[in-house]
T-cell receptor
């Protein structure tokens, strides 16, 4: 079984500042990890994924996440927050077959002008 | 590029009624997943289908059933609706195996409101 914990339910930042979204996971196997973003009343969009290759993963729009096995973490960094980055971000782990995703509780990001 | 299409986008039903949600996966995707996201909650896995066969089952109530058809579209049938079924229902699709394992493409969801 796997589980995901997002350490912050809400994060508020000023436009242009970096954002760190923290995620810890638990898995009995080498996991595939993902970050998804959900804008209000929209579907889930994949930002990036880790599948046992490079530990620093780069995604769309300059987002990047670092996998640290020793800390069972997969933290996401937004280098410079834009107003359009205001959304809910989900850290996700897939099961061993890649069939079933387990979502973290989500982190809602608020960007202030 | 074509995305996952869900219909209807919004649905309002009374308690004890029945609802059907439809999902059309991305062309050439052979696996379909259903997720339920309650208000303020993270998405919860309900069920998945691969090549028209159920491949995995999550926290889907017995009142719900789903299937995948020969054209790979899927339908989620919900009967005896309860207030607690009010949620955003996501469908996702993927190709099985290979480098895309675990990468799901989500539709924009169908919002069900039960009154």
């Amino acid at each position: 079984a796997q589980s995901v914990t997002q350490l912050d339910s809400h994060v508020s930042v000023s436009e242009g500042t970096p954002v760190l979204l923290r995620c810890n996971y638990s898995s009995s196997y080498s996991p595939s990890l993902f970050w998804y973003v959900q804008h209000p009343n929209k579907g889930l969009q994949l930002l990036l994924k880790y599948t046992s290759a490079a530990t620093l993963v780069k995604g769309i729009n300059g987002f990047e996440a670092e996998f640290t096995k020793s800390e069972t973490s997969f933290h996401l960094t937004i280098p410079s927050a834009h107003m359009s980055d205001a959304a809910e971000y989900f850290c996700v782990v897939s099961d061993q077959r890649g069939n079933k995703l387990t979502f973290g509780g989500g982190t809602r990001v608020l960007v202030k002008p | 590029a074509a995305g996952v299409i869900q219909s209807p986008r919004h649905l309002i039903k009374e308690k004890r009624e029945t609802a059907t949600l439809k999902c059309y996966p991305i062309p050439r995707h052979d696996t379909v997943y259903w997720y339920q996201q309650g208000p303020g909650q993270d998405p919860q896995f309900l069920i998945s289908f691969y090549e028209k066969m159920q491949s995995d089952k999550g926290s889907i109530p017995d009142r719900f059933s789903a299937q995948q058809f020969s054209d790979y579209h899927s339908e989620l049938n919900m009967s005896s609706l309860e207030l607690g079924d009010s949620a955003l229902y996501f469908c996702a699709s993927s190709v099985s195996g290979g480098s895309n394992t675990g990468e799901l493409f989500f539709g924009e969801g169908s919002r069900l409101t039960v009154l």
